[in-house]
């Protein structure tokens, strides 16, 4: 399967701690997103990098969370000190550089986190 | 904040019937995608529709555009089963140096009934 991984799929942690999460985008694309879905929400956007560079950054994120895409290829997404109101599905897409054609962004299974 | 608005909130029909869904959107946008959302495939991209296209086909799916109302629909034809999910629509604005992320609305629930 080629398409966006996430890991984990699902991560329980208690107030406070710190949490990161994985995205493997498509291998050829060199756009990957960050997203925040809610019970009963659509997605909502976080942030996205253009290879390596992280070009823009939602107000939904806080200073406690942070994004890297080091080598442009897999990102991370870390959430310091969590509270329970960043219990949410973690969605990361990718897509390819809308210079060519239409930008679609493809979206891997998400990862699920449960702050108690 | 969310842009797009889908209508209506919740749909049950029966298979075999044709299910309609509605998105308006608040400003102005360079394409018009929907997406679809079920447990087991996560969010799965159905059809995108530039701002200059009025109406687009894929399959049993028909989307339609109207820039001057702010707002598309998406038609379901023979529904089945499978097509019980959550469709979302999204937009996408292009600012500054580059494309920003998605604007999802907060879905339409369709439940298609054997």
């Known amino acids: 399967d080629t398409g966006v991984s996430q890991d984990p799929r699902h991560k329980i942690t208690k107030r406070g701690q710190n949490v990161t999460f994985r995205c493997d985008p498509i291998?050829?694309?060199?756009?990957l997103y960050w997203y925040r879905q809610t019970l009963g929400q659509g997605p909502e956007f976080l942030t996205y990098?253009?290879?390596?560079?992280?070009?823009?950054k939602s107000r939904l994120l806080s200073d406690r969370f942070s994004a890297e895409r080091p080598k442009g290829s897999f990102s991370t997404l870390e959430i310091q000190r969590t509270e329970q109101g960043d219990s949410a599905m973690y969605l990361c897409?990718?897509?390819?550089?809308?210079?060519?054609?239409?930008?679609?962004?493809?979206f891997g299974p998400g990862t699920r986190l449960l702050v108690l | 904040s969310q842009q797009g608005e889908e209508d209506p909130q919740a749909l049950s029909i029966q298979e075999g019937e044709n299910a309609t869904m509605n998105c308006s959107y608040k400003?102005?946008?360079?394409?018009l995608q929907w997406y679809r959302q079920n447990s087991g495939r996560g969010l799965v991209h159905l059809i995108l529709?530039?701002?200059?296209?009025r109406e687009k086909h894929s399959g049993r799916l028909r989307v339609t555009l109207d820039t001057s109302k702010k707002s598309s629909s998406l038609l379901i034809t023979a529904s089945r089963a499978a097509d019980t999910a959550s469709y979302f629509c999204a937009t996408e604005m292009y600012s500054g140096g580059g494309a920003d992320g998605l604007t999802f609305g907060k879905g339409t629930h369709l439940i298609i009934q054997p």
């Open positions: 897409a990718s897509s390819l550089d809308p210079g060519r054609a239409l930008e679609t962004q493809y």
């Open positions: 400003t102005s946008i360079n394409n």
């Open positions: 529709i530039r701002s200059n296209e």
């Open positions: 291998s050829e694309h060199n756009r």
């Open positions: 990098f253009q290879n390596e560079a992280q070009l823009e």
